[in-house]
């Protein structure tokens, strides 16, 4: 028996070759971890990430006082302020990279596409499986381990550090976080 199916594309082959960080090489080249932090991971994705979490923080989270018993209706509104930014962000980038073939094959690894006909998949549609299981486990863990570190955080089992107190300690934090 012939497979008779199309070849696969090979996908995408980086014109360059895959290089070692500069955070990462050596000996230590701080010009070049620098250079590569500002222009590769903190602008502009990175300051709009911060953005996002300022606001997240300041306007879709429950506040302290409320947090200090854990009740049902704040843990969901926090499962649907993740869920809603799940689906924004990621269900976003699924929309134009997989659904809409934005880019088409330019920049894709692997030369299939996501299947829409498959019984290994829920609907026997690949990217509603993903949105399904993100939504549905993922986002729920997430917010359950969120829940409990807020929990924790209102009622002092985790100090806490305000940008008033230690602002060097919170910037080398916030940048870290790129890392």
Known sequence: MSDTSPPLRAGYQPPDPIDVPPLYAWPPRPPATLRRVAA??????????????????????????????????????IWLRNAALLTLIA????????????????????????ATDSGKFLWCNQVRDNM???????????????????????????PHVDWHDAPLYLAVMMLAVFF
Request: hydrophobic share 50%; charged share 10%; glycine share 8%.
């Open 40 to 77: 590769g991971l903190l602008f502009p994705w990175g300051l709009i990430f911060i953005a996002l979490a300022v606001v997240a923080w300041n306007y879709l989270t429950p506040s302290m006082t409320a947090m200090v018993t854990l009740e049902p209706w704040w843990m969901a509104l």
């Open 132 to 158: 399904f299981w993100s939504l549905v486990s993922g986002c729920t863990v997430w917010t359950l381990y969120e829940s409990f570190t807020l929990w924790a955080y209102a009622n002092g089992r985790i």
């Open 91 to 114: 269900g976003g980038l699924h929309w134009w990279l997989y659904v809409r073939r934005s880019q088409g094959c330019e920049y894709k690894f692997d030369g299939r596409w996501p």
